[in-house]
């Protein structure tokens, strides 16, 4: 019984763990021109926007274009930082209930099953 508390409190914790390091996710991108800066979270949110001098030269359409493209920008990096935190949780937390990472089990796992 034991043993079957920690591992379920090695997984809880694994699990707080990938959602502390999701929440600190911010990435931070500015334009080509050095315009606009953004800054996003893990999910693509838009955290901060920064503006220099001169931006207002622009025009409406143009500013708005250069901030969402900005944006994407930004938000296809956190995506793939994102992704590869849950692809790197998905595999440990695999090893610790003895799932593989296709979903089926693990070598261990399978073999010591009955056929």
Not at 65 to 79: G, K, N, P, Y
Not at 80 to 95: I, Q, T, V
């Amino acid at each position: 019984m034991d043993e079957l508390e920690a591992r379920a409190h090695a997984q809880l914790n694994s699990m707080r763990g990938l959602q502390e390091q999701l929440g600190s996710i911010r990435v931070r991108e500015t334009s080509p021109d050095d315009l606009v800066t953004v800054e996003v979270d893990a999910s693509g949110a838009l955290c901060d926007l920064g503006l220099a001098p001169g931006v207002g030269e622009l025009g409406g359409r143009r500013l708005g274009e250069l901030i969402v493209a900005t944006a994407h920008a930004a938000a296809r990096i956190a995506f793939a930082r994102r992704a590869a935190l849950l692809e790197d949780f998905n595999r440990s937390f695999g090893e610790m209930v003895g799932v593989a990472a296709d979903g089926g089990p693990h070598a261990e796992t399978a073999s010591s099953g009955t056929a």
